[in-house]
């Protein structure tokens, strides 16, 4: 795997990775009802895995280019990340607002 490969894949799952431990304080202060901390969290969440589908469009980009990717365990690895931020991520978002709705009542 070429440096500029291995870098995009470390991109992944750094940033996959930081999504979900934004996501998960979102949640943990959500439910200690601090929804203003918790949705800052999201926020800094979605601003994660922005940065990670750029790593990604930019192996993508490469693959389309013609430059092959090599496809390692390293390389699927960075795709489970990334799948598993994106849904975590949208399902605190939909937590906080249950615990936001139920505090309301």
Same mark, same amino acid.
Not at 12 to 41: H, P, Q, T, V, W
Not at 63 to 89: C, N, P, R, Y
């Given at each position: ?7 995009? @894949?470390?991109? $992944? ?11 998960? !304080? ?10 203003? /901390?918790?949705?800052?969290? $999201?926020?800094?969440?979605?601003? !994660? ?5 750029? /790593?990604?469009?930019?192996? $993508?980009?490469?693959? /389309? ?10 390389? @699927? ?11 975590? @991520?949208? $399902?605190?978002?939909?937590? @906080? !607002?249950?615990?936001?709705?139920? /505090?309301?009542?």
């Amino acid at each position: 795997m070429d440096e500029k490969t291995l870098q995009a @894949v470390m991109g $992944l799952i750094m940033y996959g990775g930081d999504a979900k431990s934004c996501a998960m !304080e979102a949640l943990k202060a959500a439910k200690a009802g601090d929804f203003n /901390a918790a949705r800052a969290k $999201l926020k800094q969440a979605k601003q !994660e895995l922005a940065n990670a589908h750029n /790593a990604q469009t930019e192996m $993508l980009t490469n693959e /389309a280019k013609g430059e092959t990717v090599q496809m390692t365990l390293l390389t @699927v690895h960075s795709q489970d990340h990334l799948m598993t931020g994106i849904t975590f @991520v949208d $399902l605190a978002e939909e937590l @906080v !607002e249950l615990y936001e709705y139920i /505090a309301q009542k």
